[in-house]
Each structure stands twice: as structure tokens, then as C-alpha cells.
């Protein structure tokens, strides 16, 4: 069984950074792809980072490359997102997701975490 819970979003102005956690709290951690995806007022869930179980393959939304980075710590069943030169557009709820694959799409995710508020100002 996998139970995510995400913690670390919050207010913050653009340029600034933060990081996101996803701490699960089951015992198969290691046999799912972990990923990010984020879903702003009015708009469809996207996908925005994945990285396999061994931390080896990782993928990332074009609008985040260069500033995101997906990481996990299979000891400490907890998977991150650091996120850099926020902006505004970045605002969403963030969600923590499990999957067999890092080519998970929304419809393919086996467990979501419960989201978490990144609101970025200009």
C-alpha cells in the first residue's frame, strides 16, 4: 500500500524558491516511478517531473526544465522537488504521484498524494 503526503508549498515571490516533499508512509515505495504533476484554477492536471525507482531516468515538463529538479531517497521513502526562479505562472496545487512508470500519464497514476498550495507573486 502507498500513502503519500506532500508538504512544503506556501507563498513566495517570483525569482524566490521552495521545495516540495512527498513522504510515503507505505512499504512498496521503491517499486513505483514517483512524480509531480500540478493543476492550476481552471485548467487540466499536467505533468510536471518523474523519476523511475532507482533515481536513474528522470523527465521534465518543458516549462520547467532547467529550473525543477526531481530527486528521491529510497531510505527515507520520500521523493522532492526543488523548484527555482519560480514564477508566476508556476502557481498550483501540487500533487504527488505514484506510478509504475515515469511515462505515467494523469489517467495511469496508481496513488495521488492529497496536493499541495504553491502560489507565486509577481
Known amino acids: 500500500q502507498v500513502q503519500l503526503v506532500e508538504s512544503g508549498g506556501g507563498l513566495v515571490q517570483a525569482g524566490g524558491s521552495l521545495r516540495l516533499s512527498c513522504a510515503n508512509s507505505?512499504?512498496?515505495?521503491?517499486?513505483?516511478?514517483m512524480g509531480w504533476f500540478r493543476q492550476a484554477p481552471g485548467k487540466e492536471r499536467e505533468k510536471v517531473a518523474a523519476?523511475?525507482?532507482?533515481?536513474?531516468?528522470?523527465y521534465y515538463a518543458d516549462s520547467v526544465k532547467g529550473r525543477f529538479t526531481i530527486s528521491r531517497d529510497n531510505a527515507k521513502n520520500t521523493v522532492y522537488l526543488q523548484m527555482n526562479n519560480l514564477k508566476p505562472e508556476d502557481t498550483a496545487v501540487y500533487y504527488c504521484?505514484?506510478?509504475?512508470?515515469?511515462?505515467?500519464?494523469?489517467?495511469?497514476?496508481?496513488?495521488w498524494g492529497q496536493g499541495t498550495q504553491v502560489t507565486v507573486s509577481s
Open positions: 504521484a505514484a506510478s509504475p512508470r515515469t511515462t505515467m500519464i494523469r489517467t495511469t497514476v496508481n496513488y
Open positions: 507505505g512499504r512498496t515505495f521503491t517499486t513505483y516511478a
Open positions: 523519476i523511475s525507482w532507482s533515481g536513474g531516468s528522470t
